[in-house]
């Protein structure tokens, strides 16, 4: 009886190591340096994806959906994407298959203060955007060559920027302010562990 006992709380406890040695934070640049833990918002401190993940890995198609409340969104694979370099991008293009419907994320897992500065300067019109998972943002005009002018909303959560694009007129009975903070909060719960 006790050898089952021991074999049993054996097992038990080799599958419990992994779950234990995924929580702690790492300084691989991703996050904001403060460790692993949890924030007020129950969201870990640091992106809890494993280094070099993609942005399918972060945001699904699905998840797209959700926020805009279409289905048949579907991923278009983003030529600078860079997630090794810890610059994963990725594009999301509506049911219609038109890039004037693509919603883009870029994420830059280092550097974020650095990065937060450097783009900003491309948003015109910026109006800073208060809320409870980025420590800075703001929403503006940038200009793209794909559709010219798209809306976009460049966020800071810690040592992490990340920038959401869309062209407004694709997204028109949308209020700009309203689908760039539900995107913006969406892809960071996903990054941070909702």
Known sequence: MKVRMVA???????????????GGGSDDGSGDGSGGGASESGLSDTIVLPDGWEM?????????EAV?????YAPWSETLSDAAA??????YVGPDGLVASKINILVYTKDG????DRVADYVNN???LSGELWD???IGVMSDTATEDVAAVLARRGDVCLRVQWDP?????WDDTELGVKLTNMVIENLYGK
């Open 169 to 173: 007129e694709a997204y028109a009975n």
């Open 8 to 22: 049993l709380l054996s097992a038990v406890s080799l599958m419990l190591v992994p779950l234990t040695a995924c």
């Open 136 to 138: 800075q943002a703001i």
């Open 68 to 72: 805009v409340g279409v289905s048949g």
């Open 86 to 91: 810890g610059k994963p991008q990725g594009g």
């Open 126 to 128: 910026p109006t800073p």
């Open 113 to 116: 203060q650095a990065e937060y």
């Open 56 to 64: 399918l890995d972060a945001v699904s198609v699905a998840d797209v």
